[in-house]
């Protein structure tokens, strides 16, 4: 009976194994390979380019004492750059392929302005449009003088990527499977007995809860009562500081140095941007409010006997 049991186990752990084999080069390759150069030489050209690029549009329009704003890196791909003053948006295109070229950065891309006061975007064009007849979009449009970030999101080469990208996927796979087949070996004649207590624990042990929504910090993700959402790596950090600090006023200086300080990057009104995106993202929780506190920063206000 002992020896037929333990067959019975083995097999079972066998199958298990197998189907834990599929499972894994299934997701792996599924995993997206990003195809855009994460370097720090890369990061640091695209800066030097864009800030060229803003003091370019400031020295056209006879701007030639405004300091240049750092430049915000958001993930490997997307980098923006505040332009306070009234610039010429027919001059930008040209200006911003001449930057990028004089740094030898030939990546896909495609721009957008967004207003810093709403996060809504104004104008914006891909690059393609540099060759295309009629050229730019909205090029001749009147545009208001006001506070503007200059965003630029490079376009992953998913065909490089691909060619470059999954020859871990077979070393990786090769070295589970051997690894898997040694535990199965060692597991011979032995019971293999999981009881709920020793089960890992599920997702929920990685949220943080908050009103009728979730965030996921290692994940990115927020859960709300529409679904979930993808959160760039500030947004959730952002968001993770309110949520710590639920009801509790926090200083735009305070949110300065706990979010964007540490990554060595400042930035200014780029704050009211990201806390414009938290709210359309919270804006199906009724018990979430991010409110205003004029001249001194912001309140995540979450309602009592929710948590």
């Given at each position: 009976m002992?020896?037929q049991r333990?067959?019975?186990?083995?097999?079972?752990?066998?199958?298990?194994?197998?189907?834990?084999?599929?499972?894994f080069l299934?997701?792996?390759n599924t995993?997206?390979?990003?195809?855009i150069n994460?370097?720090?030489?890369?990061s640091?050209?695209?800066n030097l380019a864009?800030?060229r690029?803003?003091h370019?549009?400031?020295?056209e329009?006879?701007d030639?004492l405004?300091?240049?704003p750092?430049?915000?890196?958001?993930d490997?791909a997307?980098?923006l750059i505040?332009?306070d003053?009234?610039?010429?948006?027919?001059?930008?295109?040209?200006?911003?392929q001449?930057?990028l070229?004089?740094?030898?950065?030939?990546?896909?891309?495609?721009v957008v302005?967004?207003?810093c006061?709403?996060?809504?975007i104004?104008?914006?064009?891909s690059?393609?449009?540099?060759a295309?007849?009629g050229g730019v979009p909205?090029?001749?449009?009147?545009?208001?003088?006001?506070?503007?970030?200059?965003?630029i999101?490079?376009?992953p080469d998913?065909?490089?990527?691909?060619a470059?990208?999954?020859?871990w996927i077979?070393?990786?796979?090769g070295l589970?499977?051997a690894?898997?087949?040694l535990m199965?070996?060692?597991?011979?004649?032995k019971d293999l007995?999981i009881?709920?207590q020793?089960?890992?624990?599920?997702?929920?042990?990685r949220?943080?809860?908050?009103?009728n929504?979730?965030l996921?910090l290692?994940g990115?993700?927020l859960h709300t009562g529409?679904?979930v959402?993808?959160?760039t790596?500030?947004?959730?950090?952002?968001?993770?500081?309110f949520?710590?600090?639920k009801?509790q006023?926090?200083?735009?200086?305070?949110i300065?140095?706990s979010v964007?300080?540490?990554?060595g990057?400042i930035?200014g009104r780029?704050i009211?941007?990201?806390?414009?995106?938290l709210r359309k993202?919270?804006?199906?929780?009724?018990?979430?409010?991010?409110?205003?506190v004029h001249?001194?920063g912001y309140?995540?206000?979450?309602e009592?006997g929710i948590?």
């Amino acid at each position: 009976m002992s020896k037929q049991r333990n067959t019975r186990i083995q097999t079972s752990f066998g199958k298990t194994v197998s189907r834990g084999i599929w499972v894994f080069l299934v997701f792996i390759n599924t995993i997206p390979v990003s195809g855009i150069n994460e370097s720090p030489q890369f990061s640091e050209q695209a800066n030097l380019a864009l800030r060229r690029t803003a003091h370019r549009l400031l020295a056209e329009n006879g701007d030639t004492l405004s300091a240049i704003p750092p430049v915000e890196q958001s993930d490997p791909a997307t980098f923006l750059i505040r332009v306070d003053s009234l610039f010429d948006y027919d001059k930008l295109p040209q200006l911003l392929q001449e930057s990028l070229e004089l740094q030898g950065i030939r990546q896909a891309y495609n721009v957008v302005i967004i207003n810093c006061g709403d996060g809504k975007i104004q104008l914006g064009y891909s690059y393609l449009d540099l060759a295309r007849e009629g050229g730019v979009p909205c090029q001749g449009r009147r545009q208001d003088a006001g506070c503007y970030l200059l965003k630029i999101s490079f376009i992953p080469d998913r065909a490089e990527a691909a060619a470059g990208g999954k020859w871990w996927i077979i070393s990786i796979s090769g070295l589970l499977a051997a690894g898997i087949g040694l535990m199965v070996w060692r597991r011979s004649g032995k019971d293999l007995i999981i009881s709920k207590q020793e089960a890992p624990a599920g997702d929920t042990a990685r949220r943080t809860e908050f009103g009728n929504s979730a965030l996921d910090l290692s994940g990115l993700l927020l859960h709300t009562g529409t679904g979930v959402h993808h959160l760039t790596y500030r947004e959730a950090k952002l968001l993770n500081l309110f949520v710590n600090h639920k009801n509790q006023v926090l200083e735009r200086d305070f949110i300065l140095k706990s979010v964007w300080e540490d990554e060595g990057i400042i930035v200014g009104r780029s704050i009211d941007v990201f806390v414009s995106r938290l709210r359309k993202l919270l804006q199906d929780d009724a018990s979430v409010k991010i409110a205003a506190v004029h001249g001194v920063g912001y309140r995540m206000e979450v309602e009592s006997g929710i948590l």
